[in-house]
């Protein structure tokens, strides 16, 4: 036997355990060749027994309402049992411990006060937010008018 038969044979072997071996069902989905009435009653016969199955697995995995809720309730307790007191002791240990850094004063560094335009508001050269820039742009302004 040459290699390339050899392939081949392999090949078709691999290909039809796959296709037959590869999944197993359970529920035969074409009633078999008979007459009209015996074939209505296997087709018949397939769908009950497919919805038996159905109604097997279901009951199973299904629980009543009751049940569900009771569960729920459980778990909502579980949480509120555990997230309160963590919270709690979380907002506590950063009120404790950990200090919130605040700018500190005088003038920025050159490398903050980069502007490629100017502030849309009356004092173009001070941030939002910087009232002591605010306060010192308000009085230049004041002084020029009061010069003029």
Not at 23 to 50: C, D, N, W
Not at 113 to 129: D, V
Request: proline share 5%; charged share 30%.
């Amino acid at each position: 036997m040459s290699l390339a038969a050899a392939r081949f044979a392999t090949s078709r072997a691999v290909r039809g355990r796959v296709a037959t071996g590869g999944q197993r069902r359970s529920a035969q989905t074409i009633p078999r060749l008979g007459t009209e009435e015996e074939m209505k009653a296997e087709a018949v016969a397939q769908l009950r027994a497919r919805i038996a199955r159905q109604k097997e697995i279901e009951s199973k995995t299904h629980k009543p309402m009751s049940e569900e809720l009771d569960e729920m309730w459980k778990w909502v307790k579980i949480s509120i049992m555990v997230a309160a007191p963590v919270s709690v002791l979380a907002c506590i240990k950063d009120v404790l411990t950990i200090e919130h850094d605040h700018r500190k004063p005088g003038p920025e560094p050159d490398y903050m006060q980069i502007r490629t335009k100017p502030f849309p508001w009356e004092c173009e050269n001070c941030a939002l937010f910087d009232l002591g820039c605010w306060k010192q742009c308000r009085a230049e302004k004041a002084a020029e008018a009061a010069g003029n």
